[in-house]
């Protein structure tokens, strides 16, 4: 079985079509237990992101997981066929090298896909799916990431999606300082994003979560405070930013809700920003007159400005990427080879018990010592020998081959006789 990787990105697709195929966290671990039961696949992680969904495995059959993963979100697989991308041993490699190290993302460099890498792992060990292949591609991916962020500038002067969230309510606003916001959801995306409000000290800000505790833990470090998810049409009016990123697989912000809100609040303009994938807030949002909706895909566009500063970091981290890529493959190839030297092992052991049980029953019938030892030897030499000797005496068209192998293997030189 060889390594894959099968995926559906913001390269290959719009996030239209990115959240039908989204694997909500607390479902992963029964996905890959579906996933590896009863098919062609050995090993399996899933890494899904606002960004991405991927699929690293071991199989000899990689297309049977694009099937299941049309069957399991229940589309049509000539739907989603067109966006998919199967990646091959090397290139799965450098794809997850890549992935990990922040070459991959929206914003080059960014940190937070480690972290969500990591996670993919704990659920993929937690599911028993995790085998020895992909525990070590993913281990060295961490240590390429290490790498790339230790001797290169890749991280350097990041723009981030937080930021650029703010950057682009600064547009619609005057002052940040004079707005309240509403952030849904208690994550590490929304917490990256209230550090990012919070540092323009806004009027208010509140924390809207389905755990109040959780809400409530976050809120209070923005000197905030927190609310149920169902207190949100009810005070949604309130705000002027309103910023979601949870896990729901149904939106949360409906057109209707909005619209009442618009007209309590006379329709002074509300901004919103919608990192979720699934989304939070309805697509039909964005079409109002006096709401600015902003998904993932629209906050891109305002971090692309930072590519050029970086791209020399980027060649310099795609060169140790290679070079570990490399690596890892020649590691899978010594992994190849277990099975046959341990099976070579196995068959010298069974020679050596069994001429060693021989030599004991020659002594204790009372024969010399020496001439005891002189024949183990030879019948040993004989047995261990028998194979290669057979082997190059009966071969035919690659008989030049084998030579040249067997000297390989004995370390023998051209014209080397037992009597020189």
């Not at 901004?271 to 109002?288: N, Q």
């Not at 891109?300 to 590519?307: D, F, R, T, Y």
Request: aromatic share 6%; hydrophobic share 45%.
């Amino acid at each position: 079985m060889a390594l894959f990787t099968l995926g559906i990105n913001h390269h290959t697709a719009p996030l239209a079509v990115r959240e039908q195929v989204a694997f909500q966290a607390e479902k992963l671990r029964q996905a890959l237990a579906d996933l590896t039961q009863g098919k062609p696949v050995r090993e399996a992680a899933i890494l899904s992101t606002c960004n991405r969904t991927e699929l690293y495995f071991a199989t000899s059959h990689p297309e049977a997981v694009a099937e299941w993963l049309a069957e399991y979100h229940r589309i049509a697989r000539s739907d989603i066929e067109p966006y998919l991308y199967t990646y091959p041993e090397r290139e799965a490699i450098r794809h997850a090298f890549r992935v990990a190290s922040g070459l991959d993302s929206m914003v080059i460099g960014e940190p937070q896909i480690l972290g969500q890498m990591k996670d993919a792992v704990r659920a993929a060990e937690e599911a028993g799916t995790l085998g020895t292949s992909l525990h070590k591609l993913f281990q060295r991916a961490f240590a390429v990431a290490k790498e790339v962020r230790t001797t290169t500038a890749i991280g350097a002067n990041i723009v981030s999606m937080a930021a650029a969230g703010v950057h682009l309510a600064g547009r619609i606003f005057e002052r940040i300082g004079d707005q309240k916001i509403l952030f849904i959801g208690a994550g590490e995306m929304i917490e990256l994003c209230a550090t990012h409000f919070a540092a323009q000290s806004p009027r208010q800000v509140v924390i809207a979560n389905r755990t109040v505790e959780r809400g409530q833990a976050l809120a209070e470090r923005f000197g905030g405070t927190a609310i149920r998810l169902d207190d949100i049409a009810s005070r949604l009016a309130e705000f002027d930013i309103v910023v979601s990123c949870t896990a729901s697989p149904l939106p949360i912000i409906g057109l209707g809700m909005v619209e009442r809100a618009i007209r309590a609040r006379r329709h002074r303009p509300m901004f919103m920003v919608d990192l979720a994938v699934p989304r939070d807030i309805e697509i039909e949002v964005g079409e109002l007159d006096d709401v600015f909706l902003y998904t993932v895909d629209d906050l891109a566009q305002v971090v692309e400005s930072g590519l050029e500063s970086r791209q020399a970091a980027v060649v310099e981290a795609e060169a140790i990427i290679d070079e570990r890529v490399d690596a890892f493959l020649r590691w899978l190839q010594t992994r190849d080879t277990v099975p046959v030297i341990r099976a070579l092992r196995d068959s010298a052991e069974r020679m050596r018990r069994h001429e060693v049980e021989h030599a004991l029953k020659l002594l204790a019938r009372g024969d010399a010592p020496a001439q005891v030892l002189e024949q183990l030897s030879q019948r040993l030499t004989n047995k261990l020998l028998h194979g290669p000797t057979q082997a190059l005496n009966q071969a035919d068209g690659d008989r030049g081959e084998l030579q040249s192998l067997v000297s390989r293997l004995y370390h023998l030189h051209p014209g080397e006789h037992a009597g020189d």
